[in-house]
Structures are given as C-alpha cells and as structure tokens.
C-alpha cells in the first residue's frame, strides 16, 4: 500500500473528511532506512494524519484550508528523533541499559530483555540471580527455556519477550485478540454539549492536554499536539523512573508538574486539572488508572466532554492484555524481529531501524484526539480513544514487504542539516529534528522549551 491509500484508511478510522487529502503533497519514496518493511510509508502516513486532523481543526474554527508537505525521509527521521538529540553540542544520555537487549535460551530460542527502568532491571537480576554484567545474564539465561522465561518474567510484572516467528504470533490468542481490534477506537462514552472552539492563531490555541505517559508513544502525542498550539501539562512523579534523553526530546513545548496519586492530594490535583482540560492522554495499562479513580468513564463524569486517549502495549481484550511491554518487546513477540532477520539473512532477532510502533501510535493518538476535538465541536460528547502498539505492530505488517530493503543505508548526521533545529532550554542549547509536517498558515512549533520533569505547579496557566 502507498501512503495516500493509507491515509485513506486512517481518516475514514477516526472520521476526517477525505476531502482534506486534497491539501496535502507528498514527497520522497522508500525505502530510505534499511528494513523489510514500509517504515517510510508508515512514517510519513502516521504523521501527515496528524496534521490533516490539525489543519481540520484550525478550519473548523475559522481559518482557511492550507497548503500541507510531508517528506517520507524527514518523516522517518523524525521516527527516529530520540537519535539525534545533541545537547550543548554533545550526544544525549544513553538510551539503553548495559543488559538490555536480546540473549539466547538453553533450548536456542531468543527473548528479548528490556531493563531501562531499575524495578525493571533489578527484577530480571532477582529472577536469574545473577550479577549485573550482559556475560553473566547470558550464563544464566543458558539455564532456561525461552517458553518458561517469559511466562516467569511475566508473573513477576517485568518486560521481556521471545522471539516469534510471524506464522506462531498468528496463532497466539493475543493476535486473534489484536485481529478483532481497530487500528484506532474512538467510541463515544458519555453525553455532553457541543463546544465549539473560537477563532484561534494556531490550530490548538487554547485547548489543554494532560499527558501522563512516559518512554516515547505517549510523550510524541503530546509533543506534536503542543506543536500545534496546545498547553500540554506533562504529569509524573518523583518516584516514577524515566529515560533521561526521552524527556528532554519528547518535553519539547510542554508544561512539566509532579503528581504522586498515592496521595489524596495528588488525586485532588490531578481532579482540578481535569476539570478545565480538553484532552487526557495516558499509558498506563488497562485498568491501571481506574484503582485510583481515573478511568475514562470516571473522568468522563469530572468533565464532560473530555476526550481521554488511552495507550496500551498488547490492547485492551486478550490473555496480555494487563501485561506491561514497550515497542522492542512487541517487535521480538509479534514476528517482526524474526521477518527481519530472515529478509536479512542473519542469525537471531532484527529489530526495525527506528522504534516505528512507539512513533507511528504516537502520531496515531495525535491525530485521534485532534479528530475527536473537530468532531466535539459539532456532536459534543465524551469520547474514548484507544492505541495499542501490537496492534500498530499488525498494521505495519500488513502494509506490505519491501523486496530490496536491506540494500540502503541509513542517513547519518550529514545528511540532516535541513532536519534539524536548534534550541534553548533548562538543559542548554539542543539539536533535535524539527517537526516533518509543514502547514502554509500554521507551521507547527514549539514555544516552550524542554524542562526536567515536576518543573512547573499543577495548575494551567493563565
């Protein structure tokens, strides 16, 4: 499938008029980053959707229809943005943990750790008793089958997979689940008046998101709405891990305030910014926010007409469904890492060249939400969107195989020059990629610079 055949089905998905696809040029063609599968295709589909549903919202509130340009190779270099974050002129911290990464079972299967977080890492240590060296995590991982591991990592709540082949994911009662899920659910969970928004500069001014999401999914959905002029209140709390350069790439134009919901007066925090937001994005697993009195129906109730996005790694019905996982672990479960490899002749999983499945939901969730706000305006209601990116995952394996995608190198930092920008923030000047979607009347940027987490109160600004 090409791109404007995707993008096809991506807006009749979350309800932007065709007609929009009139206004939108599309340049550059794949492969462009060496993988067997679409990933420029996907780049450049997931994020001109982002921007159609901005554009349909700045019309909707008075502007005029604009000219839009998505390049695929700006788009895939976006996709991998986390990349190429310089600060003061240097490389950003690590992205990943020294035991991170894929090992061998005693039975010659593959499973994938992921210990970027220290509850994470400290777990798989607990379970292998063994000390904290990739050398030693390969001895003890000897000792396994690869079946028994990821079923006891599972048990204790930790990230770690094995490798499938796509014809054994297929099989898997998670991906028949996934099969009867759309790409994207909006559905409509409680009444309230139409809102219109007034005239506004940028196609989000005046709209306020709450983005309680973390690694890099979550936080792109928030950084592209802030792009197009939303106040977008990053939400975490002090005891919660993080991934250092994540923060600062994805923290782009948006506020930052600490919330810890084991408190009351965390949870009455988070309920007083509730009450004056449009948008609630948040990742936690399903159900995970419901112990604490914030699940979209609940919410719903605090502030109808809100719109809450809810992001999970396996989806929201299925035998994995509660189970934590992040873009590396869905690629090594669902066939993909086996495909790659196989379409590139080398032992062991092939992960993408870019983290597609976290990039591609985030502009997903997006353009969603930015969707449902053009339609609110009209219906009104309180509206639910759900993402996951296994299913993500499904989608760019159905998009089709590229023959001679290995053949292609991957860009290096010469070839960007035209993709970067430079900017201020509490860290110093850094060099992250400038957003792929260019509007003629709205050019989507950021105002706000980067900022630690918890940096501001827990309020909207005035």
């Known amino acids: 499938?090409?791109?404007?055949?995707?993008?096809?089905?991506?807006?009749?998905?979350?309800?932007?008029?065709?007609?929009?696809?009139?206004?939108?040029?599309?340049?550059?063609?794949?492969?462009?980053?060496?993988?067997?599968?679409?990933?420029?295709?996907?780049?450049?589909?997931?994020?001109?959707?982002?921007?159609?549903?901005?554009?349909?919202?700045?019309?909707?509130?008075?502007?005029?229809?604009?000219?839009?340009?998505?390049?695929?190779?700006?788009a895939l270099i976006e996709f991998r943005s986390e990349q190429f974050l310089q600060i003061n002129?240097?490389?950003?911290?690590?992205?990943?943990?020294?035991?991170?990464?894929?090992?061998?079972?005693?039975?010659?299967?593959?499973?994938?750790?992921?210990?970027?977080?220290?509850?994470?890492?400290?777990?798989?240590?607990?379970?292998?008793?063994?000390?904290?060296?990739?050398?030693?995590?390969?001895?003890?991982l000897g000792q396994w089958r690869g079946q028994d591991f990821e079923d006891a990592a599972a048990g204790k709540g930790l990230v770690a997979t094995m490798m499938r082949?796509?014809?054994?994911?297929?099989?898997?009662?998670?991906?028949?689940?996934?099969?009867?899920?759309?790409?994207?659910?909006?559905?409509?969970?409680?009444?309230?008046?139409?809102?219109?928004?007034?005239?506004?500069?940028?196609?989000?001014?005046?709209?306020?998101?709450?983005d309680l999401t973390r690694i890099i999914a979550g936080p792109v959905c928030g950084r592209t709405l802030a792009a197009h002029g939303a106040d977008v209140m990053r939400v975490t709390a002090p005891h919660l891990p993080s991934v250092a350069a994540l923060v600062t790439d994805a923290g782009r134009g948006k506020l930052s305030t600490h919330i810890d919901l084991r408190q009351e007066a965390g949870r009455e925090n988070l309920r007083r910014l509730i009450a004056e937001a449009d948008i609630l994005v948040q990742g936690y697993r399903p159900g995970g926010l419901e112990r604490w009195g914030f699940g979209p129906e609940n919410v719903a109730k605090m502030r109808p007409g809100i719109i809450h996005v809810s992001l999970s790694a396996y989806g929201h019905v299925g035998p994995?469904?509660?189970?934590?996982?992040?873009?590396?672990?869905?690629?090594?479960?669902?066939?993909?890492?086996?495909?790659?490899?196989?379409a590139a002749g080398v032992d062991g999983p092939k992960a993408l060249p870019c983290q597609a499945l976290d990039h591609a939901s985030g502009y997903f969730m997006a353009a969603s939400a930015m969707a449902t706000l053009a339609r609110r305006a009209n219906e009104g209601g309180s509206w639910h969107i759900r993402v996951a990116l296994a299913r993500t995952g499904r989608w760019l394996q159905g998009l089709g195989r590229v023959g001679n995608g290995f053949d292609f190198a991957a860009p290096d930092e010469s070839d960007m020059d035209d993709f970067l920008e430079e900017s201020q923030s509490s860290y110093g000047m850094i060099m992250a990629v400038r957003h792929a979607a260019q509007l003629s009347e709205t050019p989507a940027h950021w105002t706000r610079p980067s900022m630690p987490l918890g940096s501001h109160p827990p309020v909207w600004p005035d």
Request: aromatic content about 6%; overall charge negative; some cysteine.
């Open 320 to 342: 994995w469904s509660s189970r934590r996982g992040f873009d590396s672990l869905v690629q090594t479960a669902s066939g993909i890492n086996f495909a790659e490899a196989e």
């Open 89 to 140: 002129g240097g490389p950003s911290p690590a992205l990943w943990d020294k035991i991170a990464g894929t090992y061998q079972t005693g039975d010659s299967c593959w499973v994938r750790l992921h210990t970027n977080f220290p509850h994470h890492r400290d777990g798989v240590l607990e379970l292998l008793d063994c000390a904290y060296d990739r050398e030693a995590v390969a001895a003890a």
């Open 1 to 74: 499938m090409e791109t404007r055949e995707i993008l096809q089905d991506i807006c009749g998905l979350i309800g932007l008029p065709l007609d929009g696809l009139d206004d939108l040029t599309l340049t550059g063609q794949g492969p462009i980053l060496p993988s067997s599968f679409k990933v420029g295709a996907a780049a450049q589909a997931a994020i001109s959707a982002s921007a159609l549903a901005a554009s349909r919202v700045w019309h909707q509130r008075g502007g005029k229809r604009q000219a839009i340009a998505v390049d695929m190779r700006h």
């Open 165 to 210: 082949s796509p014809e054994e994911w297929q099989a898997h009662p998670q991906a028949q689940a996934l099969d009867q899920q759309p790409l994207i659910s909006v559905e409509r969970i409680g009444d309230a008046p139409a809102r219109p928004l007034s005239p506004g500069v940028r196609p989000l001014d005046g709209v306020r998101v709450l």
